[in-house]
T-cell receptor, first 119, second 113 residues
Framework: QQPVQSPQAVILREGEDAVINCSSS?????VHWYRQKHGEAPVFLMI?????EQKGHEKISASFNEKKQQSSLYLTASQLSYSGTYFC????????????????????FGKGTKLSVIP | EAQVTQNPRYLITVTGKKLTVTCSQN?????MSWYRQDPGLGLRQIYY???????DKGDVPEGYKVSRKEKRNFPLILESPSPNQTSLYFC????????????FGPGTRLLVL
């Protein structure tokens, strides 16, 4: 089952902040974030494991609440280059409803959030 | 240059005519995966492979086959393509340890008539 991303689309002016949310109904081992520009392949942004907060890029960070099975991507002081579609990918753990120490390596992506940054 | 390559990049075929999309990586990655991308549906995993001779189904494996005989190659086979397999296909690879990142190929746009 695909994770649910919100919002589906957002328009920002340069310098504004945005939050993209990713929610799953399944227990998660890890959450991955990617950005895809029109006509290009997805590009890895960051991965979060077991509730860790990780800064993968300059002004882009993310959090992962494994109890709520949710992750959020934070974009601060947005730039024109941030425009694109953002996808979260969720990996369930092995061992049924709760994850064990190992990931399943099966990645399920959300439908994406289209972010447009305008001057 | 470290990269994932896919061939062909564009393909038009007819229903039922077997085809293979090749994927190759030069980074010595253990993990490789195939995704399809359709408007409004995002990326959906078809198959993945954790190493040579080890493959497993993703979320949408029906109508596809894969093989992993060499570490660098992970071809996607459509034995009898149908119009609902018209899509944009991406291959990706990553080092297995720690899930560091996935590197995506440029994509293959397939149209099945």
């Amino acid at each position: 089952q695909q994770p649910v991303q919100s919002p589906q689309a957002v328009i920002l002016r340069e310098g504004e902040d945005a939050v993209i949310n990713c929610s799953s109904s399944k227990a998660l081992y890890s959450v991955h974030w990617y950005r895809q520009k029109h006509g290009e392949a997805p590009v890895f942004l960051m991965i979060l494991l077991k509730g860790g907060e990780q800064k993968g890029h300059e002004k882009i960070s993310a959090s992962f609440n494994e109890k709520k099975q949710q992750s959020s991507l934070y974009l601060t002081a947005s730039q024109l280059s941030y425009s694109g579609t953002y996808f979260c990918g969720t990996e369930r753990g092995t061992g049924g409803l709760t994850y064990s120490g190992a990931g399943s390596y099966q990645l399920t992506f959300g439908k994406g959030t289209k972010l447009s940054v305008i001057p | 240059e470290a990269q994932v390559t896919q061939n062909p990049r564009y393909l038009i075929t007819v229903t039922g005519k077997k085809l293979t999309v090749t994927c190759s990586q030069n980074m010595n990655h253990e993990y490789m995966s195939w995704y399809r991308q359709d408007p409004g549906l995002g990326l959906r995993q078809i198959y993945y492979s954790m190493n040579v001779e080890v493959t497993d189904k993703g979320d949408v494996p029906e109508g596809y086959k894969v093989s992993r005989k060499e570490k660098r190659n992970f071809p996607l086979i459509l034995e009898s393509p149908s119009p609902n397999q018209t899509s944009l296909y991406f291959c990706a690879s990553s080092p297995q340890t720690g899930w560091k990142t996935q590197y995506f190929g440029p994509g293959t746009r397939l149209l099945v008539l």
